[in-house]
T-cell receptor, first 115, second 112 residues
């Protein structure tokens, strides 16, 4: 049973560029959340998707956008990259029936470096 | 706004010691509290989840307690092993919303 998978594992981009990160949820899960984790910090909630709609958004600018596909996989897009966007981006999945009642399942993340 | 604080930020202990990691949160209106483990450069692995109505949860050598009214949780690790070396993160779901609020974590090193 595959868990949460994220791609790519590492990415290097230049300031001002755009990036797309991908996430496939754990089998049986239909809800995907994205978190940003800067070095030495705890993860910060970016947004959650369910039924292809953004369900809740954290305190992130509009440069951060997302999408969920009918197969429940998700993309995180970041435009006009800043040096401060360098971080580990984590995807977490859950079932809508147990979104808060059960532990979240996290992927291994995508390490984004902006130069 | 929910603030989660973890103390200490780093901890180094010899193998075999029992240890306690602390977590505090500012808003007691939580849905649940979760403890995660994170190995360097990796994702998060859920260790224990305590519902707001519960006082503690146990899994093997790990025991987590929750005092919702005082905004505190502790993670107790018995008979520590070098393989326990990792960063331990505490996170809470508030009653409303779907975002986990994380602390900055405690970096644990268990030396042989």
């Amino acid at each position: 049973d595959a868990g949460v998978t994220q791609s790519p594992t590492h990415l290097i981009k230049t300031r001002g560029q755009q990036v797309t990160l991908r996430c496939s949820p754990k089998s049986g899960h239909d809800t995907v959340s994205w978190y940003q984790q800067a070095l030495g910090q705890g993860p910060q909630f970016i947004f959650q998707y369910y039924e292809e709609e953004e369900r809740q958004r954290g305190n992130f600018p509009d440069r951060f956008s997302g999408h969920q596909f009918p197969n429940y996989s998700s993309e995180l897009n970041v435009n006009a990259l800043l040096l401060g966007d360098s971080a580990l981006y984590l995807c977490a999945s859950s079932s809508i029936d147990h979104t808060r009642a059960s532990p979240l399942h996290f992927g291994n993340g995508t390490r984004l470096t902006v130069t | 706004k929910q603030e989660v604080t973890q103390i200490p930020a780093a901890l180094s202990v010899p193998e075999g010691e029992n240890l306690v990691l602390n977590c505090s949160f500012t808003d007691s209106a939580i849905y649940n509290l979760q403890w995660f483990r994170q190995d360097p450069g990796k994702g998060l692995t859920s260790l224990l989840l305590i519902q707001s109505s519960q006082r503690e949860q146990t899994s093997g050598r790990l025991n987590a307690s929750l005092d919702k009214s005082s905004g505190r949780s502790t993670l107790y690790i018995a008979a520590s092993q070098p393989g326990d070396s990792a960063t331990y993160l505490c996170a809470v779901f508030v009653d409303s919303g779907y975002a986990l609020n994380f602390g900055k974590g405690t970096s644990l090193l268990v030396t042989p």
